[in-house]
């Protein structure tokens, strides 16, 4: 038996313990009291939705700030070694939280324990984020905070529209060292739908994320260019052939936001919509 094997079957042994013994006995005990959160995404609702008692573990990245737009809050809790089964099983869970892009072997693995877990598979839109929301708070007994948080959101979102009503939509286009271009059905489109923008790619009829055709972009006539990273990242993309000859990029015409925020798949894409719009519409934030 391999020394992996083995620490794996511990662990669902330990899994089977009755976990009755370390939960408090007060009129809160049926809500879980040992969630183990295994992506970033699921990281940021939980930490947003439960009590921290009810907190047992977080992503392996949840920690670092170049992908957790959560990491200062989330050092609070232990992290997983891994995203793999052994890692979560690990903390005894009575609700383990995961994502749709979860390795398939993983899920597979954590429904043959038994163990109490919620997959979260709709991330593109706001409204997404909400059903997320609710869905978890369902799970942690925390609806009515799921709901404040709802409102909190949708009173944000419904400011930055007034702030952009009648704007002159900035056309915009998502850069970056991997040759990968959003198209519709994307975060980046909820992005600019929210930022006062027009994602020239989902307007010429790109969808989802695919390989950036190089010999469109100047067809596209993009007035500016959106990036995740760091002022850095403005050199590397002078590297890349089909971003140098734009107009944007010779112009200097190049917005960067926090990785963390731009791909964020829950609540914390806000802050996106409104850096995004205070770079794009600057008259308006005055």
Request: with cysteine.
């Amino acid at each position: 038996m391999s020394a992996r094997l083995f620490r794996l079957i511990t662990c669902l042994l330990l899994l089977a313990l009755p976990l009755a013994a370390a939960r408090p006995q007060t009129p809160t005990a049926a809500r879980p009291q040992r969630v183990v959160s295994q992506a970033v995404g699921t990281d940021e609702l939980l930490l947003a939705l439960a009590d921290p008692g009810q907190i047992a573990a977080l992503s392996h990245i949840s920690h670092d700030g170049r992908y957790s737009p959560v990491a200062e809050d989330a050092k609070r809790f232990p992290a997983l070694r891994d995203s793999d089964a052994e890692s979560i099983l690990r903390f005894r869970p009575d609700l383990v939280l995961a994502a749709s892009f979860t390795r398939p072997e993983t899920l597979a693995l954590l429904k043959r324990t038994g163990v109490r877990l919620v997959v979260l598979d709709r991330f593109d839109t706001l409204e997404d984020v909400y059903a997320s929301l609710r869905i978890l708070g369902r799970e942690l007994g925390q609806e009515a905070r799921a709901e404040a948080l709802i409102t909190h959101c949708r009173t944000r979102v419904e400011a930055l529209a007034t702030r952009l009503k009648g704007v002159k939509p900035v056309r915009v286009l998502s850069v970056g060292v991997y040759p990968i271009t959003a198209g519709s059905g994307t975060t980046f489109q909820d992005l600019c739908e929210h930022a006062g923008a027009v994602n020239v790619a989902a307007e010429a009829g790109l969808k989802g994320h695919a390989p950036t055709p190089s010999e469109k972009l100047l067809v596209w006539n993009a007035e500016v260019l959106v990036a995740s990273g760091d002022e850095g990242l403005r050199s590397r993309l002078g590297e890349i052939p089909h971003y140098r000859v734009l107009p944007a990029f010779k112009a200097g015409r190049i917005v960067t936001l926090p990785g963390p925020l731009m791909s964020s798949v829950s609540h914390h894409r806000i802050e996106a919509y409104e850096a995004l719009a205070k770079a794009l519409h600057p008259e308006r934030f005055k």
